[in-house]
C-alpha cells in the first residue's frame, strides 16, 4: 500500500536552541536514511523554502503506517497530512471498469 506524506515544520521548532535542533535532525536524518535503505521511503522531496517535507512510501497496513509515523523523531514538529495513493494505470483500470458497468446499466 503506498502513502503520501505532507510534513510541513511548525514555526515553533525554529524556537528552540540549535543543538536540540541539531539532535531532531540527526535523528530525522537516521529515521529517513533507514527507511530509505529498506525500501519502505520510495522518494522523499523538500520544498525550496526547506519547510515542506513530501514522502512517497510503502507499507503493509494502515497500522503499518501508523507505527512508522510514530517512530519519526521530527513527528512533534510538523503538521502533517498522509493518506493512501494508488498508481495511475491502477486507477485507470478501475474508471475502465466503471465506465463499462454504467454502459451495461444504461442498455438494460
Do not use: C, H
Not at 505532507?6 to 531532531?24: G, N, S
Not at 509515523?69 to 491502477?90: C, K, M, Q, R, W
Request: glycine letters at 4%; proline letters at 3%.
Amino acid at each position: 500500500m503506498l502513502f503520501i506524506n505532507t510534513m510541513r515544520i511548525k514555526d515553533f521548532f525554529y524556537t528552540l536552541p540549535a543543538e536540540e535542533q541539531a539532535k531532531v535532525f540527526g535523528g530525522v536524518r537516521a529515521f529517513t536514511g533507514k527507511y530509505l535503505k529498506m525500501g519502505k521511503f520510495k522518494s522523499v522531496y523538500v520544498s525550496f523554502d526547506l519547510k515542506t517535507i513530501v514522502v512517497i512510501w510503502e507499507a503493509e497496513s494502515a497500522e503499518e503506517a501508523a507505527r512508522l509515523f510514530a517512530e519519526n523523531p521530527g513527528s512533534n514538529y510538523t503538521d502533517y497530512d498522509s493518506f493512501p495513493i494508488i498508481e495511475y494505470s491502477v486507477y485507470q483500470n478501475i474508471l475502465k471498469e466503471a465506465m463499462e458497468a454504467a454502459q451495461k446499466v444504461a442498455r438494460k
